[in-house]
């Protein structure tokens, strides 16, 4: 699934929040230059948000579809897994990773970014989390349960998705704290909203894990479900996004 997302590189890149502005200027300033490395860089989302504070972004990802619209986008990309990735001798003052971290592992990729870091270099790994309406979440979950029923995301929880990432965002840190190198991990909390009508919101759905492998016409059975209940809560609404991030600095000696 890590490598599913490319399947329609230009929707991700245009449909996909963006991480908040006061994350990326916190995790610059906490950062002894801009040179930064982006691990699962993607499209490039997060390494133009840094680029646009005058940063030097090298990105780093698996998926030849994401890495050339990075590319195309301005985004100096190398295609390989971070944890095969050869940093070549090269150094940098960050290394980053948005809605990607889970896919690397937590203490073998901090114990390579810490390599990579020049003295008092941070590692920086962050993500966004939402609940959806319980009207949109709810058409989501049926439509879901009865076109793959047997898929592993109709797991039961009762947690709410934050609880989720709490607790993946605690076991980062543990991560960064196991690999050694790094002053003690510190967690980052930003909360903010954002509006999406009914066509925004269909647009980025097939973007997320599981949607990003289903047939055609599946697919569009889930975006007429979604839709539908989108439309009897007034066409629109405003999602309560948090971001969470687990970050550390290396030893400044």
Not at 40 to 58: D, P
Not at 97 to 107: E, L, P, S, Y
Request: glycine share 10%; charged share 20%.
């Amino acid at each position: 699934m890590a490598e599913s997302f490319g399947v329609d590189a230009e929707r991700y890149d245009r449909a996909r929040a963006r991480y908040p502005d006061a994350l990326v200027q916190r995790i610059v300033e906490a950062s002894p230059g801009g040179e930064v490395l982006d691990v699962g860089c993607g499209t490039g989302i997060a390494a133009r948000q840094f680029q646009a504070l005058g940063c030097t972004v090298l990105g780093v990802d698996p998926d030849q579809r994401m890495a050339e619209f990075a590319r195309q986008s301005g985004v100096e990309v190398e295609l390989a897994t971070f944890e095969t990735w050869d940093p070549a001798g090269r150094l940098f003052d960050a290394v980053v990773a948005g809605q990607a971290w889970h896919w690397v592992d937590q203490v073998a990729g901090a114990a390579k970014a810490a390599q990579v870091l020049r003295p008092g270099g941070r590692l920086a790994v962050f993500g966004n989390v939402f609940d959806s309406p319980p009207v949109v979440a709810k058409a989501l979950t049926d439509v879901y349960r009865r076109l793959a029923p047997d898929s592993p995301f109709n797991a039961q929880s009762s947690r709410s998705a934050l609880d989720l990432y709490q607790e993946m965002f605690a076991k980062a840190a543990d991560g960064i704290a196991a690999a050694g190198g790094f002053e003690d991990p510190e967690q980052w909390r930003f909360d903010w909203e954002q509006s999406y009508t009914r066509d925004q919101w269909l647009d980025q759905l097939p973007t997320t894990g599981g949607l990003t492998q289903f047939p055609p016409d599946k697919l569009a059975e889930v975006l007429d479900c979604v839709g539908a209940a989108i439309d009897t809560i007034g066409g629109s609404f405003t999602m309560t996004y948090t971001t969470l991030a687990a970050t550390a600095r290396t030893s400044a000696t």
